[in-house]
């Protein structure tokens, strides 16, 4: 991991508020979301920038009402999803379009990287790029509990899958839940995502890179907590035809980058 890091986050143009808006994406989280928010806020206390988390919450064990009741004495938090299950990339493109921050990001609800090893992605922003990505398959990346061996085998074949359907070769992995981006390249990116499941990391991967974005794989920590959702077979049949709906996406739109100031009002 680079070495030179700060806490302070690269500097935001017009000094927009907040500095951060960090999407959490939960599904039936009621056991671990108060955990959860606890870690995330107390390091956000300690940085020098304002902050928003959004929860987006779907599933129909109190999670999302646990976060509203803790909303109404915290204003930086905001909730919103549905009892029923849609879609992790559904949830964080809805909490994007409501994201009020310079940069936008995302992590999981359960913890799996570690919110501080966001000082090792912000550097990267001030050297240019406009999508930081945690990685658990770079030479400094620190995977503590890793996946069981069938898992493990997996994400190897989805990799080799991925990668000659959609493309993206330069991307190590694309499934870490740990991405950060300039806050108008992520209102863009989401809102041309139209994939609500797990593979809506790579549609926007992809589109980021068609659309000319420049993107940074960088080392995190990594630790699986043995909580997978997703179904093996019927799952992982959905992921194979979402990645060929986005390779079919790329022979039927055309992508031109809408022009965006980087001096932003207040």
Request: glycine share 6%; no cysteine.
């Given at each position: 991991m680079t070495s030179a890091h700060s806490t302070h986050g690269p500097e935001c143009p017009g000094q927009r508020v907040p500095h951060l808006s960090l999407v959490v994406p939960a599904y039936n989280e009621r056991?671990?979301?108060?955990?959860?928010?606890d870690g995330l806020?107390?390091?956000?206390?300690?940085?020098?920038?304002?902050y928003e988390i959004l929860v987006s919450?779907?599933?129909?064990d109190g999670t999302r009402e646990?976060?509203?009741?803790?909303?109404?004495e915290d204003p930086r938090l905001r909730v919103m999803g549905e009892p029923s299950r849609r879609g992790k990339g559904r949830g964080i493109r809805e909490a994007v379009a409501v994201a009020e921050g310079c940069f936008i990001g995302f992590t999981d609800a359960d913890d799996k990287t570690p919110i501080d090893d966001l000082d090792t992605l912000w550097p990267w922003f001030t050297q240019g790029y406009d999508v930081v990505i945690g990685s658990r398959g770079l030479a400094g990346s620190r995977v503590e509990v890793p996946q069981p061996i069938y898992r493990r085998l997996g994400s190897q074949c989805f990799g080799l899958v991925m990668h000659a359907i959609v493309g993206l070769p330069s991307i190590v992995d694309t499934q870490c839940g740990f991405k950060f981006f300039r806050g108008d390249v992520a209102r863009e990116l989401f809102s041309r995502q139209r994939i609500d499941g797990y593979m809506f990391d790579v549609e926007v991967l992809w589109l980021a890179e068609r659309l000319g974005y420049r993107i940074k794989e960088a080392?995190?920590?990594?630790?699986?907590?043995g909580d997978s959702r997703l179904d093996l077979v019927a799952g992982n049949w959905r992921n194979a035809l979402d990645l060929l709906r986005i390779r079919l996406a790329g022979t039927e739109r055309r992508l031109t980058r809408v022009p965006v100031a980087r001096s932003l009002d207040p």
């Open positions: 056991a671990a979301i108060g955990r959860s928010l806020q107390a390091y956000l206390d300690r940085q020098p920038y304002a919450a779907d599933g129909d646990y976060v509203r009741d803790r909303a109404r080392p995190v920590r990594w630790r699986d907590d």
